[in-house]
């Protein structure tokens, strides 16, 4: 898992990726994510990014954002268009989105 | 990682809890996590959770709800509260909870 981000107060963004690899011994696969995670912290609205996988595929992905329209325009982007689409051929089983508005959030240290 | 819960039409809200374990030898907490993910799975409102723990011991465990009156009871019910002590004093280094809701969903199979 990346870093907690260091997010702002809501209400903001929350995309959640939960989705199972098909084949994990894929190096394009995790060139391609660096590549994504490094694109996305550059787009419009982006507030951080927090991901987990486990030995099985099994993994859960959280991009924050700070509205609706920078979700709709990095989902657009072209590279990550692409990203998706050698998602869906090639790396993932399945996959589930949910796009969902933080109401609020705390923490324990 | 759980099975991706079958969930309803959005809106309907998402907990997050984003943490990192601190010592994962530990089979007790096994056990209460099994024990919590058995008993959130009979309250009022419970949709649904998904989890991924990776081996260096962080993890996102996402649990669904109906709305926020079912997310507040269940933070209440009383073995849970005894499970979140246990969490902050023993478990968890540390963990950041959003509770957001979701708008819309998708999904590739």
Chains 1, 2 share one sequence.
Request: proline share 3%; net charge negative.
């Amino acid at each position: 898992m990346t870093r907690q981000p260091d997010l702002t107060e809501p209400p903001y963004y929350a995309v959640i990726f939960s989705s199972l690899r098909n084949d994990q011994d894929d190096d394009a696969y995790q060139v391609m994510a660096a590549q994504m995670q490094a694109l996305a912290s550059t787009q419009q609205g982006y507030l951080g990014f927090e991901s987990v996988r486990d030995a099985a595929g099994k993994g859960i992905s959280i991009s924050y954002w700070k509205d609706l329209e920078s979700i709709r325009l990095w989902k657009q982007q072209l590279q990550h268009q692409q990203a998706q689409q050698f998602g869906r051929e090639k790396w993932y089983q399945n996959y589930r989105v949910h796009v969902a508005r933080v109401e609020r959030t705390y923490e324990f240290e």
